[in-house]
């Protein structure tokens, strides 16, 4: 394999616009896309252009991302996946189970993309969701007295990854 003649790896122009001249095609304002994490509401979460730079689209990505990651803890700890009753067996009951687990795989799978945008609030927003949603619902703190809730001492995997 000659190495000489191998065209240049593509640049950060490429990656935000998908043209290896950098133009886009179009008046496209370019946005560099970090590979570490920095501070900053001017961010892309997700979807192109959200939250933009507006603050307040900024809060609002940051409270959305500590939901989803509320509701990951939640469904790993709701009854629909522990369920152990003698009736859990039938297929409706597997049925449930099984969407449910789906749901929060793709939940966790969108909080992990959102990690992604390297933005340390994200992350942030991210850590606080699995942790609160872990203490409230996975932890001893809030546990109910009577022992019927099972916790673990080492969380469920939130992730298939």
């Not at 793709?106 to 945008?117: E, F």
């Not at 390297?118 to 850590?127: E, K, P, S, Y």
């Not at 109910?144 to 990854?161: D, L």
């Amino acid at each position: 394999m000659d190495h000489d003649h191998m065209p240049p790896p593509p640049s950060s122009s490429m990656m935000n616009n998908g043209s290896m001249n950098g133009r886009g095609g179009g008046n496209q304002e370019m946005m560099m896309m970090h590979m570490t994490f920095y501070w900053g509401k001017n961010t892309e979460v997700l979807f192109s252009g959200w939250p933009g730079t507006s603050s307040g689209m900024y809060a609002l990505c940051l409270v959305f991302v500590f939901f989803l990651a509320f509701l990951t803890e939640w469904l790993g700890h709701s009854s629909f996946l522990r369920d152990t009753t003698e009736d859990s067996a039938n297929a409706a009951s597997g049925l449930v189970q099984t969407v449910v687990y789906i749901l929060r795989t793709g939940i966790a799978y969108l909080v992990m993309l959102a990690v992604m945008s390297f933005n340390a609030g994200v992350f942030i927003a991210a850590l606080a969701g699995y942790g609160i949603g872990f203490m409230l619902l996975g932890s001893r703190t809030f546990r109910n007295p009577s022992g019927n809730r099972e916790t673990y001492e080492i969380p469920p995997s939130v992730c298939a990854c």
